[in-house]
């Protein structure tokens, strides 16, 4: 989990800016990669090399087992000997840890103690795939227990660009999410009921300068954006209709590559049309372009959401100013 912490470290970037960005991964994304899911505290560390690297490795005493055949202990690697700090203390405190297993040692750890997470920042343990910071030992685990219990197949993932929870609307992560039922919950609630889904902007970010207004309809317009780009995952009569009901969507956001004019663009008009036309399903045409605007503050570049990447364009029209 450390090196998931240092990717997440929070170099906030602007949107249109550089394209390097903090990865985040959702904690139920762990679970289809692991043969072995446990909780176990840390009983050994010593120093390792692991592919000529300075590492540290780590004996644990499992205490719960959650996925896999019941073992007494695992081992987990870490490289960097600067991890050893934090891990010592930790095995010193008896903090507890859930630990993902894909093969033979562990790859991650979240601990159960908020003393020694790395997620202190948040005020919590982890971050669930529904944006939401789980705080506390028992909430972690039951959320595992439940996951397990639910989505036995998830597999494969999805990253989607978006803020942390309680983070300005412009501090974006990319956040992997794993592919299972839950994941189809999660998408038609992002289309639904964008407004349950709570993120900034925070006081004092620079970008408080647009509007209320601009701020929420851009917050709704990429999660509606993205939660169709989920949902061609599960075609469905039902999935159909809902992704019919937004080929009129007002939702705005900014077209164009750098350096190009900017034109208005209905994104959720054009995720649903696009979404409707991979499962051959024949709808007409919406309008998705506007005319060409100025730069706007709260307005979101479309460009950086993945419909070029998730679905090809096919037969939009452009609106004349």
Not at 209 to 235: I, N
Not at 288 to 313: C, Q, T
Request: net charge neutral.
């Amino acid at each position: 989990m450390r090196a998931l912490a240092c990717l997440a470290g929070f170099l906030w970037l602007a949107l249109g800016g550089a394209q390097v960005r903090p990865v985040y991964t959702a904690i139920e994304s762990h679970v289809s990669n692991a043969q072995v899911i446990c909780v176990g505290t840390i009983s050994k560390i010593e120093d390792a090399i692991v592919d000529g690297h300075a590492a540290i490795k780590m004996t644990v005493a499992v205490t719960e087992m959650l996925k896999g055949d019941p073992v007494a202990t695992v081992t987990a690697l870490r490289v960097g000997r600067d991890s050893k700090t934090h891990y010592d203390s930790a095995m010193r405190a008896g903090a507890a840890f859930v630990w993902f297993v894909p093969k033979d040692t562990a790859r991650v750890d979240y601990c159960l103690e908020s003393a020694y997470s790395d997620h202190k920042f948040f005020n919590g343990l982890a971050v669930s795939m529904d944006f939401t910071v789980i705080k506390t030992r028992n909430e972690l685990l039951n959320r595992l227990r439940r996951f397990l219990k639910e989505n036995p197949d998830s597999k494969g993932g999805e990253s989607l660009l978006m803020p942390l929870p309680g983070q300005p609307l412009t501090a974006f992560v990319d956040f992997n999410i794993p592919l299972c039922p839950w994941t189809e919950t999660l998408a038609i609630r992002m289309i639904t009921k964008p407004d349950s889904f709570l993120f900034g902007p925070q006081k004092g970010n620079p970008d408080d300068a647009a509007t209320p207004e601009v701020w929420k309809q851009s917050k709704e317009g990429m999660l509606r954006v993205q939660g169709l780009m989920l949902l061609r995952h599960f075609r469905s009569p039902a999935n159909i209709r809902l992704a019919q009901r937004y080929l009129n969507d007002p939702l705005i956001a900014m077209s164009g590559e750098y350096g190009e004019p900017i034109k208005l663009h209905f994104w959720v008009r054009d995720a649903a049309y696009r979404l409707l036309r991979s499962w051959d399903v024949e709808v007409p045409s919406p309008v998705v372009f506007g005319p060409v605007i100025e730069y706007r503050i709260g307005l979101f570049p479309s460009r950086e959401f993945g419909l070029d990447r998730n679905f090809a364009p096919r037969g939009l029209e452009d609106l004349t100013p």
